[in-house]
Structures are given as C-alpha cells and as structure tokens.
C-alpha cells in the first residue's frame, strides 16, 4: 500500500468515526425529543434544529465515504455492458466530471460557510457557518476518493493491464 493511499485510507476512516459519532447523536436527540414530548408532554426546543444540523453533515461527509466505496448514486447499467478498455475510459470520465464538480462545491461551500459565520443558529448557540461548513468539509472527503479511485482508473488504462 502506496503512502497516498493510507493517507486516503485514513482520511475515510477519520471521516466514517465522525459520522458514527453524529448518528448515535442524532438518534439519542431525535429519541429524546419524542420521548419528552409525548411522555413527559414537554418538548425539547433545540431538539430539532440540532437533528437537522447532524443530518446536514452525515449527508455531505456521508456522500463522500460512498464515493470512496464506489456506492454513489449513479446510473451504469450500460457502462457495466462495455468492455474493458471502454469502460475504463467511460469511467475516467466521470471521475473527471466529478473532480470538477466537488472542486466548485469545495470553493462555493466555502464561500457560503464564511457568509454564515455571521449569522448564528435560531435556538443553538453556534454560528451558521459551522453547519454549512458540512459542504466544503464532505467535498473534500468526495474529491479525495474521486483523485484516488481517478487515479486507479488511468493506472488500468496502461497498455498491458486490460484487454
């Protein structure tokens, strides 16, 4: 295993922790809310905006653990049809496609984060930034596994390695 790719290894599994940790959290304030709202007939205030705060970052950094896994949504049904050779260039592609994509949400998030760390949270003590800080933070983990599985795809494509 090459340095890069135990440096990717350990990015995902830093980012698979984060999002294990944030679930369990979603889950206990979601499961605390209800309960205090319909046995105890009290709710908790901040119990949703936060549920909604966690859910924002286990989407982005969870979108970018697919990526790396190769478990994103996509439609390859005729890619999986074509041969070796043109497969692999089909599948360059889209990792091309989609380092440009996760390039632009990595800069406009960015952009969004810092606009909102003006704006504090409606009941939460903590400024917006840091929840649209999901956004840069989960493209980056995309653009990580997008270079590396990029990076695979081009190394099968030397002559000699597929038919």
């Not at 905006?49 to 478990?71: A, C, D, M, P, T």
């Not at 050779?85 to 998030?109: C, D, H, N, S, Y």
């Amino acid at each position: 295993m090459t340095t890069v790719q135990l440096l990717v290894r350990r990015i995902n599994r830093l980012a698979e922790i984060v999002v294990i940790i944030q679930f369990a959290v979603l889950v206990a304030t979601v499961t605390a809310a209800v309960v205090a709202r319909y046995v105890l007939n009290d709710s908790i205030v901040w119990a949703e905006e936060l549920s909604r705060y966690l859910f924002v970052w286990v989407s982005f950094l969870g979108g970018g653990l697919g990526v790396g896994r190769n478990i994103h949504v996509g439609v390859d049904s005729v890619v999986q049809l074509l041969p070796g050779r043109p497969k692999l260039v089909v599948q360059v592609a889209a990792e091309i496609m989609m380092v440009g994509f996760t390039l632009v949400l990595i800069w406009v998030g960015a952009q969004f984060a810092l606009f909102g760390m003006r704006n504090d949270a409606l009941l939460l003590p903590i400024a917006m930034g840091y929840v649209y800080l999901a956004v840069p933070v989960g493209a980056s983990v995309m653009l990580i596994n997008a270079l590396a599985n990029l990076h695979e795809h081009v190394l099968a494509l030397k002559p000699g390695k597929i038919d």
